[in-house]
Structure formats: C-alpha cells, structure tokens
C-alpha cells in the first residue's frame, strides 16, 4: 500500500493497515492489553523463539504501536520502525542498539540539550564516549573513527543554528568504514528523508510534529534496511557476535534468516532493549501519535508556509537584529537546504531582538498569542528566550560556544493563520523598544 505513494498518502493508509482484523474498525484502535492469548504451548514457543512472529507482551509489541511504528517507517521510506515512550529514549536506544561499554560513537555537535546530556554524562558513565565533530566540515567525522567507533549521529535540522546536517557527506564517509548513520529527523519529518541520502537509522521524538497537538510524548526507531550489518564483524560486534541473553543469536545473520528482510537493527531493537530496559511507549500514546501522524503532511505544509513568510517579515524588523533560518545561510551550508530539503524548510526560526538579554525577555512577555513554552512542533506558535530558561545555567563564554547569544529567541511556527502570527510578532518587537514595522503576509 505505501509503496510509490505520497506523503499524504502513507500517513491516512500506509503500514499495511486497512481495517482492524479482529473487528473491520476503519480508525486504528488502541489495544489496551498487557499481554495476548497463545493458541497453544508450540506457539508460544515458536514466539519467543523467534521462529514465528506475533504477539507476547505489550512491553515488546503491541497492535496499535504497530500500526504507528508501519506508518512511520513508511513515511521515512525504512523497512521497520520500534516505538519507544519518549524522544529521549529513542536516542538512548539508537545508541545502545549499537555501543557497549569501552566503545565510542562521533556525533554533531549541533545537537538538542537533551541529547548532549545523555551523550556527555550519562552514556559517559556506561563507559560508552560520544566525541563531537563539528558538522560544518563533514570529514572532521572521519578523523575521529577509531576500531571502537560504532556509529555517526546528527540531527538534521538542529536548533540554534538551524544549518541542515549533511546527510550524504557524512553517510558515505561512514560506510566506506562500516559505520551507520543514525539521524534524529524530529525537526523535519515529511520534508526531509535521510534515509533517501544515505542514513542507515531514523530517529524521531514522536512528541513534536509528528504527534503535532502538545498532547504526548513519545520517540521511534526506524531502521533503513540499508546497511550491512555484517560486512564487517569486528566493526559491528553486537550484530556478529553471539548473544548469550538469546540462545547465542548473531543478530545480524539470523533476523534476515528469519524475516527475509534487512531488520536486524530493529529486531535487536525490540527484543533485545525493549525486553532488558523497558520504556516502551504506553498503546494510549501511540494511538494519539496517531491522530496526529494522519494530518502531519498537510501540517508540514502551514508550519513551513508560515515561517517563510515570519522569516520575511522579521527580516525587515528594526528591532530585530538577526534571523536563522536555514536558508538564510551562505555559501555550502545554505545550498545544504536545497539539497536536503524538499517541500519547506521547517517550523524552527531563531532572532537576536535587538536589545540583549532584557529586550529578549521583554519580547517574550509581550507575545499574546504565541505561547512561552520549552517545545517545538506543536500546532500552536511556541517561543522560547534560552539565555534565561533552557541554558540559565551556563556562563556568558559556554552561551555564545551553544549559539545562544543574549538577545536570542526561538520561535517555532504553528499552523494558524499567518497574518495573525505576524501581527503577534509585530506588537511583541514593538514592545521591545522601537516602533514596529507593518505586517506583510
Ligand atoms: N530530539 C530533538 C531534536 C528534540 O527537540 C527533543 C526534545 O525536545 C528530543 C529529541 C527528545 O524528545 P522527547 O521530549 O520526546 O523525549
């Protein structure tokens, strides 16, 4: 059903779903259960042998998650996906999926706070080292590969700078070495397909466009079906060596044995991490990702309509000093969105309100209808001052190496009217000190 078919599409059909099999429900029903019925001791066996697959347990799979988890693959053009119960846990996963204590993994270092916390601190004290590269130049990636390097990881559109990541440069320094690509696509589903340009692994947080209504959190793992797990044992050893946790399973051998397709990353993925450190994500939230998930093409649409018309606007704004927008950038890294992304590019905006730090916060007071929130991708238009919430504790010095600096505000453009989002900027820059300009929508 998904294959050739459009966005818009795969969102309402895709995943293999057209009716509910146990009902002919037409709308994806949330299957409240823990556990499900054998239909005898051969079968359960043959489950939990992996020999057949079905149903056990909802901590590993469950049939609402399943259809969430087909759609999202579909949508990222991968072969497999795995939902998790937060953004946070899917990068935890991505990274676990392929490291071990004494190995390391380069990352961007334009990266969400949230993941520098995980990648710096607490996998730090799982004896597994992120080391960064800084994405401006794509071979800083190779120079930092050791025998222990397991993977590459980026996000594609990342929040300050807003420069999108280069996805093929990166991916194809990373197989000449065996090395996946995993991205963190959260900022751009729809617009952009990693997977198309290389990428072996998906990563998304579930909570911000894709669920797109504020209302759950949540993350997913989609496996490209496009890397080799085992062109290189030594480089992949979680693929290639025994499992001793599932009879001596060599993960990246026996999963295309068994499906006959190329899902070993989210196999191990599932029966492996989501059976040891649970986190899955509660059927409720997958049945309202959902929801969302249906309408995000059409969202996609307005949110990036909207921010090319704010970024516009805001651009002739007095009291604004600077705007990010990807395609504001010079030179290769501006061509980068050309490249990459296709159909907009992106919710995300950032501004320096002339002013510093007080000016910034006064703007944000100011707004009567964007909301004063430490989130991206909800319908509604989100702002956000850092230098005075999200990085309050870090020094003047460590602001500016994080791109903040002290005027600087993150908006993320919602989906109401754009007049209306701009005429709220508007009041707000005016507010701020200097008479504002007129809106032009
Ligand atoms: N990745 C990105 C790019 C994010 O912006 C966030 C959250 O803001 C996350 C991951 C973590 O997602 P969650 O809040 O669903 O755990």
Redesign the pocket.
């Known amino acids: 059903m998904s294959k050739n078919k459009h966005p818009e599409t795969i969102a309402l059909h895709g995943g293999d779903y057209r009716s509910d099999p146990a009902t002919t429900a037409v709308a994806v029903p949330l299957y409240r259960t823990t556990s499900y019925q054998f239909n005898d001791t051969d079968h359960a066996a043959n489950l939990f042998a992996l020999k057949e697959f079905g149903n056990i347990y909802t901590r590993i799979m469950n049939p609402t998650n399943d259809v969430l988890e087909k759609r999202v693959a579909a949508l990222e053009g991968g072969l497999a996906a795995v939902t998790v119960g937060?953004?946070?846990?899917?990068?935890t996963f991505a990274i676990m999926n392929v490291c071990q204590s004494g190995d390391n993994f380069v990352s961007s270092t334009d990266?969400?706070g949230?993941?520098v916390n995980l990648f710096t601190h607490t996998l730090k004290k799982l004896g597994i080292e992120c080391r960064y590269a800084d994405p401006s130049d794509p071979s800083n990636f190779e120079k930092l590969i050791d025998d222990r390097t397991r993977c590459f990881y980026a996000?594609t559109l990342?929040?300050p700078y807003l420069r999108v990541f280069p996805i093929k440069e990166v991916s194809d320094i990373g197989r000449k070495h065996s090395i996946p690509l995993i991205m963190?696509n959260?900022?751009a589903p729809v617009i952009c397909k990693p997977l198309e340009h290389g990428a072996a692994v998906v990563?998304?947080?579930?909570?911000?466009f894709i669920g797109g209504h504020g209302t759950v959190?949540?993350?997913c793992l989609v496996d490209g079906g496009n890397f080799d797990w085992t062109k290189d044992p030594k480089r992949q050893p979680l693929f290639n060596e025994p499992d001793a946790s599932y009879g001596g399973a060599q993960w990246g051998v026996v999963v295309p044995q068994l499906t006959g397709a190329n899902v070993s990353y989210a196999v191990r993925a599932r029966v492996v991490l989501l059976r040891d450190l649970g986190a899955p994500l509660a059927p409720d939230n997958a049945w309202g990702i959902i929801q969302g998930l249906e309408t995000v093409p059409l969202r996609m649409k307005q949110h990036c309509s909207n921010a090319e018309k704010a970024v516009a606007f805001l651009q002739k704004h007095k009291n604004v000093d600077r705007v990010i927008y990807p395609t504001l950038h010079k030179g290769e890294i501006g061509e980068r969105s050309k490249k990459y992304m296709k159909g907009g590019n992106g919710a995300l905006i950032g501004i320096e309100v002339k002013g510093g730090v007080e000016a910034g916060k006064k703007f944000i007071e100011s707004l009567k209808m964007f909301y004063h929130v430490?989130?991206?991708?909800d319908a509604r238009s989100l702002a956000i001052h850092p230098a005075t919430t999200t990085h309050s504790q870090l020094t003047e010095e460590e602001l500016l190496a994080a791109g903040v600096t002290p005027g600087y505000v993150r908006l993320s453009i919602g989906i109401e009217h754009p007049d209306d989002i701009i005429a709220d900027l508007d009041q707000a820059l005016g507010a701020s000190g200097k008479p504002s300009l007129k809106a032009v929508s």
């Open positions: 937060s953004g946070q846990a899917a990068s990266l969400y949230g993941t996000e990342p929040n963190d959260t900022a990563v998304h947080s579930l909570t911000k959190i949540g993350g430490a989130n991206i991708g």
